[in-house]
């Protein structure tokens, strides 16, 4: 029998854009409480990772936290490690500011807490084999993943201890593997039986356990601050390994490097933690790779197969989602761009406002909201547009822009047309707009979502959810905080963009639109396009030949664009409708107004109208169309996802669907932007 090393680390985080309260919840629930019971144990040893966003929250609103946390830095009690500042996922930005981020982590470090990092937390713990170069060039050492990698690479339970070595092009670092088994027993077990699971590692003599992981599920994720604080999980957990210091000895990485060597060398595949990569699955793939876990359990050969199942890879969220591919290629866009003229030295206010939208939060979706929640998209794209705004004020030719550019990599050559107010994304594809930005109010209208099927819905339809035990992992939750979930699962068979054109059949009604039906879209059709600049206006003009009809976009140096349609197939409209439609991101529906009439999330219909003006009170802006006579759905767009404390419907967007006769051969629609006064 010998004594159990634990690596015992937590990784704090709040994303870029979300709410103070849940900052404050989240300290005054979790991190505070977690500091002060820690500093009451000073022969526990703990590891910590908190992100850029929260330490800078936390510099504004608790710097005393920063003291208390820099005392036990300094009794020899924490180690502080190192990340990208503004916590994005790492090999999904360009190298350029995986080194800028990093850098800036490393110096906030020194300055605050007076010592040099020499580990790094790897967001989502999201790896490629190549970043053992990038870690090793930002002088760091040392990183944390979870054992599912080492299962990926073919090693076995026994060697899930201890740290390891790898490198890339000779450039090495060291990788401790994160324990699965404890991940799920803290805090959700009895303090004691924590306690057992790390003395039954030394069983054949001296080991290296290592746990890293959420610091919110202290305190944070649902139904656990009572446990872990009101009925004293925490300090009962100390109090264990303070008295076991003979079996248990905590410490921190570095102690750890000095104290033992490297197990060997390893290399790692490209992965994340097992849910990860079962999140990033299509539904039909998802169905597969359970139905496979379900048939080998049933084998007593499951544990030697478990090594080599494993799901999908990380960034095949952007296949799952174009939407969500559509922002993320923005940001690459972008940062390319800003990266080619200068550098952070030079323009600290640009990278600031681009390393913001490269928060890793709104990349992704799984247990936790994500991609889904509409708060933290808008901070992305906020933090896109200022980056674009500060940088267009010294590098680009005002007061009328146009380029071309597969931004999205779809292989469709979208155009980017910009003045000093608005910008505006236009793709081939429907000839839809794709980007409706207001460049002073750092705000996309078009910050929207297109409905799919998740893996998950199977569970409401089949209402297999129920209450979760109060000590339940989070990934144990399956509960509803809505009622009747299975009329809000819709799916769309095109992007809820803008601009979209359909024929619609007649008797379209407003439900029938709701669902998908009564209506051939035009959303997937590949249109010509054609640009004309004369002057201070550009004209893009998109034509159909097929329905043999034209599309042309005006845009000028004003806050507007207008569209016209012109028609040659007068068979085609004698027997159907135009339809336009264009979904519209407003963050509070509470704070919408119709025409001077509150929304209360009821579909409105509308007969017969020349304009429509819609009026965010929170943004205060607003958006104003005048178009030839035409009838009006308006309805309020819903996803249904997952999220930390159970199924959720959200509101993302407002839909609204212009209906034109075509008596004549062509349809004006205006669109203006507005600050309210």
């Known amino acids: 029998m010998g004594k159990t090393y634990f690596l015992f680390g937590v990784h704090n985080h709040q994303p ?66 190192s990340g990208a500042y503004y916590e994005p996922i790492l090999p999904l930005i360009p190298d350029e500011d995986k080194f800028s981020q990093i850098r800036l982590m490393n110096e906030f470090i020194r300055k605050n807490f007076s010592a040099t990092p020499k580990g790094i937390w790897i967001a989502e713990r999201v790896w490629e084999p190549y970043l053992a170069r990038i870690i090793n060039l930002a002088n760091l050492k040392y990183t944390f993943l979870d054992d599912t990698h080492f299962r990926y690479a073919g090693l076995s339970q026994r060697e899930f201890s201890g740290y390891y070595l790898t490198e890339e092009s000779y450039f090495p670092i060291y990788i401790f593997p994160i324990s699965k088994s404890l991940r799920y027993k803290i805090p959700f077990s009895l303090a004691g039986e924590a306690i057992d699971l790390l003395k039954s590692f030394s069983a054949q003599g001296d080991i290296l356990v290592t746990l890293f992981d959420d610091g919110e599920k202290f305190g944070l994720w649902p139904y656990t601050f009572d446990w872990v604080y009101g009925k004293e999980w925490l300090k009962q957990f100390f109090e264990l390994l303070a008295q076991s210091m003979d079996k248990i000895e905590t410490v921190t990485a570095s102690e750890a490097l000095e104290q033992f060597k490297p197990q060997g060398i390893v290399y790692l595949p490209c992965a994340s933690y097992q849910e990860m990569e079962e999140w990033v699955l299509e539904p039909e793939s998802f169905s597969i790779y359970q139905n496979l876990q379900n048939f080998l359990k049933k084998s007593s050969h499951y544990p030697a197969f478990y090594n080599f199942v494993r799901g999908g890879f990380f960034r095949n969220f952007y296949k799952k989602y174009p939407r969500l591919n559509y922002m993320h290629k923005r940001m690459l866009f972008l940062s390319k761009k800003i990266n080619a003229h200068i550098t952070p030295e030079k323009n600290k206010k640009v990278f600031r406002f681009l390393w913001k939208a490269q928060c890793n939060c709104a990349y992704w979706h799984g247990i936790f909201g994500g991609f889904y929640l509409p708060h933290i998209r808008d901070a992305v794209y906020y933090n896109l547009i200022k980056a674009e705004e500060e940088f267009d004020k010294k590098y680009s030719n005002f007061p009328l822009i146009v380029e071309e550019g597969d931004i999205d990599l779809d292989g469709n050559q979208e155009v980017i047309l910009k003045n000093r107010e608005l910008t505006c994304i236009f793709t081939p594809k429907g000839g839809s707009l794709i980007e409706l930005s207001m460049r002073r109010e750092g705000f996309n209208l078009l910050n ?86 004369k002057d201070d206006k550009i004209n893009l003009c998109f034509s159909y030949s097929h329905k043999r009809f034209i599309k042309t976009v005006s845009f000028s140096k004003e806050s507007k664009f207008l569209v016209v349609y012109k028609f040659e197939d007068e068979h085609l409209w004698r027997n159907n409708l135009l339809g336009v439609e264009l979904n519209l991101f407003f963050p509070s529906w509470q704070d919408i107004k119709i025409n001077g009439q509150e929304f209360s999330l009821k579909e409105v219909v509308l007969a017969k109208k020349t304009s429509l003006l819609i009026s965010d009170f929170y943004r205060k802006i607003k958006v104003e169309f005048t178009f030839d006579k035409a009838d009006l759905f308006i309805l309020p767009v819903y996803s249904v996802s997952s999220s930390e404390s159970g199924f959720e419907k959200v509101f993302q967007q407002l839909s609204i669907l212009f209906i034109r006769e075509i008596e004549n051969d062509k349809f004006h629609l205006t669109c203006f932007l507005k600050k309210r006064r």
């Open 16 to 81: 870029i854009g979300n709410f103070p309260n849940i900052f404050e919840e989240a300290y005054q629930k979790c991190y505070l409480p977690f500091l002060t019971t820690l500093e009451a144990y000073p022969k526990v040893k703990c590891n910590f990772h908190i992100s850029g966003p929260l330490y800078d929250w936390i510099l504004d609103n608790h710097r005393e936290y920063i003291s208390k946390l820099k005392m036990l830095v300094e009794r020899g009690q924490v180690e502080i490690i």
């Open 448 to 533: 929207t979502i297109t409905r799919r099927e998740e893996s998950y819905h199977n569970k409401i339809k089949e209402k297999s959810f129920s209450l979760p035990k109060s000590t339940a992992t989070i990934h144990e939750i399956i509960q509803s905080k809505d009622k009747d979930l299975e009329n809000y699962l819709i799916y769309d068979s095109y992007e809820k963009v803008g601009l979209v054109d359909h024929i619609l059949s007649k008797d379209i009604d407003i439900e029938s639109f709701k669902r998908g039906k009564g209506f051939n879209s035009l959303g997937n059709q590949a249109y010509d396009l054609n640009i004309k600049r």
